[in-house]
């Protein structure tokens, strides 16, 4: 699996959209792009995922560029909630299930 | 209803006893997950089971030893604990093609 790079940690002001860079350069094609969260003492929880095209939920959007070397996954109006690790993960989708390797991640810090 | 759910939340045992962590699901997903979360907060993944059967299997010690007895359940049993066993253990499911893994709320295994 490719491996991922993100800031160690981020600030964002409570209200304000927080944008979570990823790279993601050796990226291959069957390859999508995971994001999950951990709040703090709780298990992970799945965001979003995407493999080509740009992708949003109720949760977030994910931006995936062209070349899809780097995303950004963007939380349009942080709350206090959102404050957790976020985790950015490159994985082919196999049929026994996936195998997510997670890194350091980033730790979003929302603030008042 | 949980979804994911461990028990117990909380294991405090010594040194070269035998234990084990149950995990069951109410999501009627195929493919469960054990992860490992080692003190400086890496997840890894140990196995995968896919339909009761074995997928993905790490390098992990032959003293872990994963049972299926349904798709609804997969426990980890431990033998003769170590001290660096001592870490948070997640179970997670998902519906096989499908990336969304849910999270079970952790076992924090502590080994004196």
Partial sequence: DAKTTQPTSMDCAEGRAANLPCNHSTISGNEYVYWYRQI??????????GLKNNETNEMASLIITEDRKSSTLILPHATLRDTAVYYCIVSVLTGGGNKLTFGTGTQLKVEL | DTAVSQTPKYLVTQMGNDKSIKCEQNLGHDTMYWYKQDSKKFLKIMFSYNNK??????TVPNRFSP????????NLHINSLELGDSAVYFCASSPGHFPEAFFGQGTRLTVV
């Fill in chain 1, 40 to 49: 703090h003492s709780q298990g992970p929880q799945y965001i979003i995922h």
């Fill in chain 2, 53 to 58: 059967e074995l997928i993905i299997n790490e």
């Fill in chain 2, 67 to 74: 049972k299926s007895p349904d798709k609804a359940h997969l």
